[in-house]
């Protein structure tokens, strides 16, 4: 399976700024996808990313919010933007199994984000 | 459309006991279903998934899980539960890669 990594993993940052959260993978992917999970409760996803494209956001996500890049098959970026207390969770990327029709995820082990 | 029902938020085990976490799916298509698992301050780690080969499948750590369609269930299972397996447990239903995820079991094995 790919490994995965995030940057940071976690942070503390004040309400009305903004945070950038790196996902890098040790080998190519076409599907990235970005997850977030609310204090005590589950995974909920935000985005699917694919290298070239816009990134697909799922109900109640919204590019302003949540912009997302994905520059190349390994690396994405979420951003979480204008950040109040209700954005503090643990945010995850995920990748595909890259052996097709696996739909198989692999998940790098979050950013725990701490809104003031 | 897709959802899935963890159908306990929390179980606690004997440590040498049986595990039964249950999960129930709901899905118009052929469903991929999953098993993750959560350790504290840790990603998320694949147990074991099915996807329409044998309907009894086994994972890593002496997990396994048996699709049965007509009940719509997708329960995990382990013979004896040790104590490292104490975690958060999810169940996820799958179509064309969105995934859904359970609410989440928390698992407490008792020494």
């Known amino acids: 399976s790919a490994v995965i990594s995030q940057k940071p993993s976690r942070d503390i940052c004040q309400r009305g700024t903004s945070l950038t959260i790196q996902c890098q993978v040790d080998?190519?992917?076409?599907?990235m996808f970005w997850y977030r999970q609310q204090p005590g409760q589950s995974l909920t996803l935000i985005a699917t990313?694919?290298?070239?494209?816009?990134?697909?956001?799922e109900s109640g996500f919204v590019i302003d919010k949540f912009p997302i890049s994905r520059p190349n098959l390994t690396f994405s970026t979420l951003t979480v933007s204008n950040m109040s207390p209700e954005d503090s969770s643990i945010y995850l990327c995920?990748?595909?199994?890259?052996?097709?029709?696996?739909?198989?995820?692999?998940f790098g082990p979050g950013t725990r984000l701490l809104v003031l | 459309a897709q959802s899935v029902t963890q159908l306990d938020s929390h179980v606690s085990v004997s440590e040498g006991t049986p595990v039964l976490l249950r999960c129930n799916y709901s899905?118009?298509?052929?469903?991929?279903l999953f098993w993750y698992v959560q350790h504290p301050n840790k990603g998320l780690q694949l147990l074991l998934k099915?996807?329409?080969?044998?309907?009894l499948v086994k994972g890593i750590n002496g997990f396994e899980a048996e699709f049965k369609k007509s009940e719509t269930s997708f329960h995990l299972t382990k013979p004896s539960a040790h104590m490292s397996d104490a975690s958060e447990y999810f169940c996820?239903?799958?179509?064309?890669?969105?995934?859904?995820f359970g609410t989440g079991t928390r698992l407490k094995v008792l020494a």
């Open positions: 990313a694919n290298q070239g494209s816009e990134a697909t956001y």
């Open positions: 080998s190519q992917v076409t599907m």
């Open positions: 899905s118009s298509y052929s469903p991929s």
């Open positions: 996820v239903v799958s179509v064309y890669y969105k995934y859904i």
């Open positions: 995920s990748v595909e199994d890259a052996r097709a029709y696996q739909e198989t995820q692999y």
């Open positions: 099915y996807t329409s080969a044998a309907t």
